[in-house]
């Protein structure tokens, strides 16, 4: 009902000061029988499509729970920063990911030392060579897998349409019909 609501038990309660707990916040957020439920899945892990495995789960889902910014958030934005959380995908899906896969393949090409000096100094080296042009290329890469699954391919053929069309904005609309007919005479 996004009324603020205390997280522990008020002055002049028995408890005054104590963490109220999941089960009675959840029965303040109107969950009646969550007496049974147990506080959380082992490890963290609840299973897939189950709304109402633990405390923890209803909790997480609901809007006042949900919504809160991390600390991460807040401190980006009071300093004027904005800041992207990115799923976790493939790395094809993370332009990121490829930038650093780039500098880690650099660094590996230097000549391997235990001098503290020459590690940094390799470090600076590698990240030196993601150029603006480098970081927009992956990110038309990762724009061009994203099209790709779209249109309905599998990883292997994304691969292989995002290398035959890697000049385009976008793939043809002809890509899968393509695909098919080059499976159909390799038969």
């Known amino acids: 009902n996004s009324r603020p609501q205390a997280l522990y038990f008020p002055d002049g309660h028995e408890r005054a000061g104590d963490f109220k707990g999941m089960v009675v916040i959840l029965k303040e957020c109107g969950y009646m029988d ?9 490890d963290f892990k609840c299973p897939p499509h189950v ?4 405390c923890r789960r209803l909790l997480y889902n609901e809007p006042d729970f949900r919504e809160v910014e991390s600390l991460v958030e807040t401190h980006c934005k009071s300093r004027g920063y904005e800041i992207v959380f990115l799923l976790r995908f493939h790395c094809e899906l993370n332009p990121i990911e490829q930038c650093w896969g780039f500098t880690k393949r650099k660094y590996h090409e230097y000549l391997p030392s235990s001098l503290e000096a020459d590690l940094e100094r390799n470090v600076v080296s590698a990240l030196s060579t993601i150029t603006i042009e480098l ?15 779209c249109k309905g391919l599998t990883g292997k053929q994304a691969l292989w349409a995002t290398k035959k069309y890697h000049g385009h904005c976008l793939l043809p609309e002809s890509t899968l019909a393509e695909l098919d007919e080059q499976d159909h005479d390799t038969s």
């Open 34 to 42: 969550v007496d049974s439920l147990r506080a959380e899945c082992k």
């Open 135 to 149: 970081i927009r290329w992956f990110f038309i890469r990762t724009q061009h897998f994203m099209d790709a699954y």
């Open 51 to 54: 709304e109402r495995c633990c």
